[in-house]
């Protein structure tokens, strides 16, 4: 018997050879996975299997919409509205340490902590990615969609043409893959803004930022910050710069899930 991996769909010509010399000449016919609904195949590849990258955000019905906006690891939105900001009974004050759900009356963190002295039992758990039921993707649109961690949003810098433009008059990116066969295949990530206690702040409109107005993006990973277990990675964009940060954990970002069968 053998193993054989690495093909791409389609048929392939395979010769085996015995350790006696003799041949084999045959064919096998790898099937292309379906693209999910709404996802978008950039070429992103973990161990052979696709990982792909939807055409919104979760929460919006189009890839120009903002979506909601998630403190990290809480699947539950905190605001009835955004304009005007009006925040469910019990969330008041919005998306604030004294609200968020990992942190005692203390301060000190319930779970995902990687500090025993930050951590409320006194140990540190380990926890570094979001499971799934606290994942905000994953339980809210199921199957196999999740938040994508600081690895597939790297993947992204390293792979992608990142190109500022605007789409039905809303500032974003298109972020387009170089992948061979895949390139041209692109998502629209818009301006989001976050929200900070009880402010939405440039919610794709403009930030002050280093001396002039930018508009901003931030959208988050599954990843604890590894130096600081109080932060998560995110993707953030200032119109012209886009880098990884590292924000608080009770602050409102959104997520660009992505789907996979890892």
Same mark, same amino acid.
């Given at each position: 018997?053998?193993?054989? !991996?690495?093909?791409?769909?389609? &048929?392939?010509?395979?010769?085996?050879?015995?350790?006696?010399? !003799?041949?084999?000449?045959?064919?096998?016919?790898?099937?292309?996975?379906?693209?999910?609904?709404?996802?978008?195949?950039?070429?992103?590849?973990?161990?052979?299997?696709?990982?792909?990258?939807? &055409?919104?955000?979760?929460?919006? #019905? +189009?890839?120009?919409?903002?979506?909601?906006?998630?403190?990290?690891?809480?699947?539950?939105?905190? +605001?009835?509205?955004?304009?005007?900001?009006?925040? #469910?009974?019990?969330?008041?004050?919005?998306?604030?340490?004294?609200? +968020?759900?990992?942190?005692? %009356?203390?301060?000190?963190?319930? %779970?995902?902590?990687? #500090?025993?002295?930050?951590?409320?039992?006194? #140990?540190?758990?380990?926890?570094?990615?979001?499971?799934?039921?606290?994942?905000?993707?994953?339980?809210?649109?199921?199957?196999?969609?999740?938040?994508?961690?600081?690895?597939?949003?790297?993947?992204?810098?390293?792979?992608?043409?990142? !190109?500022?433009?605007?789409?039905?008059?809303?500032?974003?990116?298109? *972020? &387009?893959?170089?992948?061979?066969?895949?390139?041209?295949?692109?998502?629209?990530?818009?301006?989001?803004?976050?929200?900070?206690?009880?402010?939405?702040?440039?919610?794709?409109?403009?930030?002050?930022?280093?001396?002039? +107005?930018?508009?901003?993006?931030?959208?988050?990973?599954?990843?604890?910050?590894?130096?600081?277990?109080?932060?998560?990675?995110?993707? *953030?964009?200032?119109?012209?710069?886009?880098?990884?940060?590292?924000?608080?954990?009770?602050?409102?970002?959104?997520?660009?899930?992505?789907?996979?069968?890892?």
């Amino acid at each position: 018997s053998c193993t054989v !991996k690495g093909l791409k769909p389609g &048929t392939s010509t395979l010769t085996a050879t015995t350790n006696n010399g !003799k041949t084999a000449t045959f064919k096998i016919t790898v099937l292309q996975e379906p693209v999910p609904t709404d996802a978008v195949d950039l070429g992103y590849r973990i161990n052979d299997r696709a990982v792909y990258w939807s &055409t919104k955000n979760v929460g919006a #019905k +189009y890839d120009v919409e903002i979506g909601d906006y998630f403190a990290w690891g809480d699947p539950d939105v905190y +605001y009835m509205s955004i304009r005007p900001l009006s925040f #469910k009974t019990g969330k008041e004050g919005g998306y604030s340490d004294k609200n +968020y759900k990992y942190y005692d %009356k203390d301060g000190k963190i319930t %779970k995902y902590c990687n #500090k025993a002295s930050m951590s409320s039992s006194g #140990k540190a758990d380990g926890n570094l990615i979001l499971e799934k039921n606290d994942d905000p993707a994953a339980k809210i649109l199921g199957g196999r969609w999740r938040s994508p961690s600081l690895a597939d949003q790297a993947w992204l810098f390293t792979h992608c043409t990142w !190109k500022e433009t605007t789409r039905n008059s809303i500032p974003g990116y298109i *972020v &387009t893959s170089t992948v061979e066969g895949f390139e041209g295949n692109s998502i629209f990530l818009p301006s989001t803004g976050y929200i900070a206690n009880d402010e939405v702040v440039a919610d794709g409109t403009i930030e002050y930022f280093n001396g002039e +107005y930018k508009k901003i993006g931030t959208y988050q990973t599954s990843s604890l910050d590894l130096t600081d277990p109080t932060k998560r990675s995110v993707l *953030v964009f200032f119109m012209g710069d886009i880098e990884t940060r590292y924000y608080s954990r009770s602050i409102g970002c959104v997520i660009r899930p992505v789907s996979s069968r890892l």
